[in-house]
């Protein structure tokens, strides 16, 4: 766990919004409360890269939550066009093998040094928070405890080269103890006591998050839809910050 991490800084604030006017707004009424923006593939989808430079105008990090997860050749040179617009953080899906994973690696860091720019933190996603025990087994036939699996799959993205994982406070115990301090794991689906649930299955609140480890966490809509979405911020600073200490 990165332990000189500010509390502002480990929040990642989730995009999740369809156009790039209601991006802009979150990212400069937030851009001093949040440490990073996540542009997952519904703003992506809406308006392509033009997000990353307006981020990058606003002064703010990029976390690109685009899940990758195909035949190893299409995973590495979409990363590669990615990593192109200047992301500080990029995600691929572990269970795409590991041949693509060190392909992927490989080839995201060889275009870093030709840019002559610190390389990106490449993350490996473990198992979406939208799965349960009853998913994981009844429906892909998968008979693993849902928390070994999930260490399974980290131990496979350390082994090739990523730089962490995304994984739930739950999972990231047994991740963190196996995988050592310096791995970084990102925990998905943090909800505040104060926040509704929605459609994640497994979830946590801010201290669960800091309890287990984790280096940052993304938060989306208990900052997103709330009225005030600065106070919505402060509040989980202040739970991180009383958990730390």
């Known amino acids: 766990m990165s332990k000189n991490l500010s509390a502002k800084e480990r929040i990642i604030l989730a995009l ?58 299409t995973v590495a040179q979409a990363s590669v066009n ?19 994973i060190s392909k992927t690696v490989k080839a995201v860091r060889e275009t870093s040094k030709k840019m002559d720019r610190e390389n990106p933190l490449i993350l490996g996603v473990t198992l979406l928070t939208s799965y349960g025990q009853r998913t994981l087994t009844e429906e892909l036939g998968i008979c693993s405890n849902i928390g070994d699996y999930s260490l399974k799959l980290a131990q496979i993205a350390k082994e090739n080269g990523l730089d962490g994982v995304v994984a739930t406070a739950e999972d990231s115990i047994k991740i963190r103890e196996a995988l ?66």
């Open 16 to 73: 999740d919004v369809d156009t790039l006017e209601e991006a802009k707004g979150l990212v400069q009424e937030l851009k001093n409360h949040v440490g990073i923006f996540k542009v997952g593939l519904q703003l992506f989808s809406a308006v392509g890269p033009d997000v990353f430079k307006m981020i990058q105008e606003e002064g703010g990090k990029i976390y690109f939550d685009g899940k990758y997860c195909d035949i190893p050749n």
């Open 82 to 100: 990615i990593v192109k617009h200047g992301v500080d953080f990029l995600n691929i899906n572990i269970l795409g093998s590991s041949k693509m």
């Open 180 to 245: 050592g301090d310096d791995f970084i794991i990102v925990c998905p689906a943090v909800r505040p006591t104060w926040s509704i649930v929605d459609d994640q299955v497994r979830v946590v609140t801010p201290a669960d998050a800091i309890k287990a480890n984790v280096d940052y966490m993304v938060v989306g809509r208990p900052i997103r839809n709330a009225e005030d979405k600065v106070s919505a911020a402060q509040l989980i600073i202040n739970e991180i910050e009383e958990t730390i200490a």
